[in-house]
């Protein structure tokens, strides 16, 4: 069921590097809900994955395949380059795990793969940062690059992104889904520390 991520959920301790609950507060919770639902037999889509993020490295090992796209230039080079500002106590990461990354710069409002590509698609806390087109079009994207029965694994920040807006995209793609009624964080929601203390909204949608 879609909601917002609270006080009590899995979350993830480390993803490749350990996580500190300030700067990485709502991932941990992001990274564990998206790694609980990709199988091993999955096609994973980690679309606007970020160039020195830990997330499309850490699944390499829990999919067949991890396909990633950012709207930077990610290469093997510009990701290690980019991981030294988030974890600089730590040793790159495996080059022999990250060329097994199919990487790719891309626009996610008009993706570089073919229709019914993919068994998960993950798009993590990005659309509140582009504005409605893109978010639109970035949504009929991944529903065409979705297989039949394919999940999209998408989060937001709250109140960045308007989610009954977020719904009327959702509902005109044709995307199965079963939404909370309450579109307002309650008390044990997870707030960050900065921005404002914004939440983080989880969205589970079937093709």
């Not at 979350?11 to 998206?34: A, D």
């Not at 999919?63 to 990610?74: G, T």
């Not at 999209?152 to 977020?166: Q, R």
Request: hydrophobic fraction near 35%; glycine fraction near 6%; proline fraction near 4%.
């Amino acid at each position: 069921m879609d909601g917002f991520f609270k006080d009590g959920d899995p979350f993830l301790h480390e993803c490749v590097y350990p996580l500190t609950t300030f700067e990485w507060w709502s991932r941990i919770y992001e990274y564990r809900f998206v790694a609980d639902r990709v199988s091993k037999t999955d096609i994973l889509g980690d679309f606007a994955c970020g160039l020195g993020h830990p997330f499309k490295v850490f699944m390499t090992d829990k999919c067949k395949k991890v396909y990633a796209c950012d709207i930077s230039p990610l290469t093997v080079d510009t990701i290690q380059q980019d991981r030294h500002n988030w974890f600089p106590h730590y040793e790159p990461y495996d080059e022999v795990v990250l060329n097994k990354i199919d990487l790719k710069q891309a626009d996610i409002a008009q993706l570089p793969y073919t229709d019914e590509m993919f068994d998960k698609v993950c798009c993590i806390s990005v659309l509140e940062h582009v504005g409605f087109d893109t978010r639109v079009n970035a949504i009929k994207e991944f529903y065409r690059c979705l297989k039949t029965g394919g999940k999209l694994l998408l989060t937001v920040d709250y109140p960045d992104v308007n989610l009954e807006e977020m719904y009327s995209i959702i509902d005109s793609t044709g995307f199965k889904y079963e939404r909370v009624k309450n579109l307002t964080p309650l008390d044990n929601a997870i707030r960050s520390g900065w921005h404002g203390g914004i939440s983080c909204y989880h969205f589970e949608l079937t093709k």
